[in-house]
């Protein structure tokens, strides 16, 4: 389905495996591979979710349990850390250690532990916190984000050990993140305190998806993100709508009509000044999109260019939460307020301060019927580009391909992942390789999260292949 494989690429992959005995590996990934499942089932059995409303005791006991599971797997200097901002104490992380053989490079390895909250249990088709098989198929809230990104990494250093022993010198650092789920607010923080300890010459980012059953993707280009909201107020208070309405129109119709706005007729987003491009190289088929994204018979999709151009290199922007009565209890009043929350994704290239300001100065010189619009700005994340002609980009394409017998794409993530951000200021020297254990069905955040468990053997696999071609070849 994906047709855009560049020839470059298969000239750098298909070539000898320069010493690796891929074989092997996969052998020793698939002596591994049954209890890996099993200490998986056991990370999704505890609800660690990072979020206030929840309890944070099952935070730290899901921590506690990847520590032990990094201990089993002969990681050193296991510890569980966490950084306090403005009075807050952040999740915790867990950061084990494998040190380097002279003359090697270092490895650090990132998933992270904490989890989305459930949601309505209602729209389970089995308990989310009890990892339930269906099919090819493990079901559970973070059964893949992304609680298998941590067994990936687990998983192939065991077999590195079992395989190789002491000739696989790579250092490999795991740092396993507490609090990605809610928005890693101490993340930068924490870097910087731990700056040394998790300097690395290549990053893995265990926190993506495939292409596709049978497809792999290295994850090439994130989005950026800003977010804010957008309030209307047209009222002191609220006044009763038969006997003032018609001259003034209430708050969340003229919300409505602010944020029309933001979307041309085609809905490419209209706000001025975003970076957008059209190129990619990768084809993008619509009746793909519709599957994976479950669009309704008869509904047009928005945008104009390639389809995976409007995905990755255009900016998008959805509404994301309103404050407005619920019609339960909604009466005969015309509403002085309302409040939108929107949520910006920006093409590689736009800088997300002037992407916040544009929207301001959109949202500001749009708004309906003189209404007043206060405008407050959320959270920022720049947006991330991989050199795939850097070693470690190289290498992983390689293992990719190992892996699955196929070539593996480079695709964009229309999503973000603020703390690459982070990771790319932080450690500017570093490579870093965002790949991942998902495919488009996983439906990570939703219900019914799951994970194709084929696809997670070779997922653990290419990790494998990746670290002993580093140490093998370097860097
Ligand atoms: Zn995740």
Redesign the pocket.
């Known amino acids: 389905m994906v047709t855009a494989m560049n020839d470059e690429l298969s000239n750098r992959t298909s070539g000898d495996a320069d010493g690796v005995d891929v074989a092997a590996l996969r052998e020793g990934i698939d002596t591994r591979f049954d209890a890996a499942v099993e200490q998986l089932k056991a990370l999704v059995a505890i609800p660690g979710i990072a979020w206030d409303a929840f309890d944070p005791a099952e935070l730290t006991r899901s921590a506690e349990a990847v520590a032990e599971t990094a201990r089993a797997a002969g990681l050193t200097d296991v510890q569980i850390l966490r950084v306090d901002q403005d009075g807050v104490s952040g999740g915790p992380a867990v950061v084990a250690r494998r040190a380097a053989a002279p003359g090697k490079p270092t490895v650090l390895l990132y998933?992270?532990h904490d989890v989305q909250p459930p949601g309505d249990a209602a729209e389970w088709a089995s308990e989310p916190f009890t990892a339930t098989h269906a099919g090819e198929r493990l079901f559970g809230r973070g059964a893949a984000?992304?609680k298998a990104?941590i067994m990936a990494h687990i998983g192939a250093l065991e077999a590195l050990d079992d395989v190789l022993g002491d000739d696989f010198g790579v250092g490999v650092t795991l740092f396993i993140e507490g609090e990605?789920?809610a928005g890693s607010p101490t993340f930068r923080q924490f870097l910087q305190t731990h700056r040394d300890l998790l300097a690395a010459d290549v990053i893995v980012v265990a926190?993506s998806s495939n292409w596709k059953v049978g497809v792999p993707a290295l994850t090439t280009s994130l989005r950026g993100l800003v977010d804010g909201t957008i309030e209307v107020q047209v009222l002191d208070h609220a006044v009763h709508s038969g006997m003032f309405g018609g001259p003034v129109l209430d708050a969340p119709t003229l919300l409505s009509r602010l944020i029309a706005t933001l979307h041309d007729e085609n809905g490419s987003v209209a706000v001025e000044g975003l970076a957008r491009s059209e190129d990619t190289a990768v084809d993008y088929p619509e009746s793909d999109y519709r599957t994976d994204a479950s669009v309704l018979d008869g509904v047009r999709l928005a945008g104009t260019g390639p389809l995976a151009s409007r995905l990755w290199t255009q900016p998008a922007l959805s509404i994301i939460g309103m404050d407005v009565p619920s019609v339960a209890t909604s009466s005969n009043t015309l509403l002085p307020r309302a409040r939108a929350k929107f949520s910006l994704r920006l093409a590689p290239g736009s800088d997300p301060a002037e992407a916040m300001e544009a929207v301001r100065s959109h949202v500001q010189r749009h708004a309906p019927f003189g209404a007043r619009v206060t405008f407050t700005p959320g959270e920022t994340g720049a947006a991330f580009a991989t050199d795939t002609a850097e070693p470690a980009a190289r290498h992983a394409l390689w293992a990719l391909e190992q892996a699955w017998s196929v070539n593996p794409v480079e695709s964009g993530i229309g999503g973000s992942?603020p703390f690459i951000a982070d990771l790319m200021d932080i450690y500017p020297r570093a490579q870093i390789l965002v790949t991942g254990v998902e495919d488009p069905d996983s439906r990570?955040h939703s219900a019914n999260e799951s994970l194709h468990l084929g696809e997670f053997r070779k997922a653990m696999l290419a990790e494998a292949l990746l670290l002993v071609r580093i140490n093998s070849t370097g860097l």
């Open positions: 998933a992270h984000d992304d990104g990605e789920e926190d992942i990570a």
